[in-house]
């Protein structure tokens, strides 16, 4: 299976990174093809609705790096999406990614059937802050007609290194298993 990872992390020695990376090692593992963006490290503009998805060829007219990222999302058998919760929300980091596989709607590209995932954490110890991810991907994938597999949500974790002290490797590698 071909897996598409897309992060928003911009630590790369954090906790979401960790976790990433768990998955990442697990899925390989059961011989996956995994292919990982950190979007924190790219230039991603947002959405500016101008509907001119694939006019140019490319996914977006305004070229900047989620055109490099679109094709694999077209390609990917299952997308998984990895972020912090920032202000009890989806990071700006990765946002502009979200927003704009509009373009790949709007462009008329069959991308119905995929498998997705989330993987998220954040500082807060009430895991029900994370809905602030958790139902807008939710609402997201519905939309796409993608089949969420599994999500892992890990509370208490704010500096890096603080996932080592919960079981968040752990289910990420599992949710690996999934897929």
Not at 28 to 55: L, N, P, T, W, Y
Not at 108 to 117: R, T
């Amino acid at each position: 299976m071909k897996i598409t990872v897309i992060t928003g992390s911009p630590r790369k020695s954090g906790n979401t990174f960790a976790m990433v990376d768990a998955f990442t090692r697990a899925a390989q593992a059961k011989g996956h093809e995994v292919v990982r963006f950190d979007a924190a490290m790219m230039k991603i503009g947002g959405c500016r609705a101008c509907m001119s998805c694939f006019k140019t060829g490319k996914a977006c007219s305004f070229d900047d790096d989620f055109n490099t990222i679109a094709p694999h999302i077209l390609d990917a058998d299952a997308v998984v999406y990895a972020m912090p919760l920032y202000w009890y929300s989806i990071p700006a980091q990765i946002k502009g990614v979200i927003d704009r596989v509009f373009s790949l709607v709007v462009g008329g590209k069959d991308i119905a059937g995929k498998k997705c995932g989330i993987i998220t954490c954040c500082e807060e110890h009430d895991a029900t802050m994370m809905d602030g991810i958790t139902t807008p991907m939710k609402r997201t994938f519905n939309l796409l007609k993608w089949d969420l597999v599994g999500e892992v949500c890990i509370p208490g974790v704010f500096n890096e290194g603080d996932i080592s002290n919960t079981d968040g490797c752990t289910q990420a590698a599992a949710l690996a298993g999934k897929f």
